[in-house]
Nanobody, 126 residues
Framework: QVQLVESGGGLVQTGGSLRLSCTAT????????MGWFRQAPGKAREFVAA????????SYADSVKGRFSIFRDNAKNVAYLQMNNLEPEDTAVYYC???????????????????WGQGTQVTVSS
């Protein structure tokens, strides 16, 4: 059974950095787009970033542009989210997801992703 497993979350102070990892097990996601979403308490799940299967195209939510970076290592079946200059507003559960159609309209929509991890908590203290 194919699964996505996130890791790397934790507690960090404002201005700090974290790197999240998303590892595919039981199969490969090296030939599909992947994305990261987040959900804060009482809020809807929101798009954070996405990357094409080859890693040559990326997309970011405006709120994280210039601070977050998505990249992948297809040989290791891992996708990453490097988060710098973190703010309390970034506090949320972060989810990785895979296999949406790669269009501007679809990569930001959670319902277009077929596979999801269980999430990892990121807490940024002020």
């Amino acid at each position: 059974q194919v699964q996505l497993v996130e890791s790397g979350g934790g507690l960090v102070q404002t201005g700090g950095s974290l790197r999240l990892s998303c590892t595919a097990t039981g199969g490969t996601f090296s030939n599909v787009p992947m994305g990261w979403f987040r959900q804060a308490p009482g809020k809807a799940r929101e798009f954070v970033a996405a990357i094409s299967w080859a890693g040559d195209r990326t997309s970011y939510a405006d709120s994280v542009k210039g601070r977050f970076s998505i990249f992948r290592d297809n040989a290791k079946n891992v996708a990453y989210l490097q988060m710098n200059n973190l703010e309390p507003e970034d506090t949320a559960v972060y989810y990785c997801a895979a296999d949406p159609p790669w269009t501007i309209a679809t990569i930001t929509q959670a319902e277009m992703y077929d596979y999801w991890g269980q999430g990892t908590q990121v807490t940024v203290s002020s």
